[in-house]
């Protein structure tokens, strides 16, 4: 299982992670970043990842 973490002081609500992954991430009501799933494995897990690398601000941390 990989853990899903997110800096909410670094994001600013881009929204390219809830745009590409709406399985593990969603907007508050100002658009800024919420994680649904804060572990996660497989499929999930690459979802994860690719919401982290396309946030501009690398608000999102994943680890194992």
Known sequence: MTRVALDTDRCVGH???YSLAPQIYDSDDVGHCVVLVEEVSGYQEQLALTGAQNCPEE???LTP
């Open 15 to 17: 929204g390219r992670c």
């Open 59 to 61: 608000a999102i941390t």
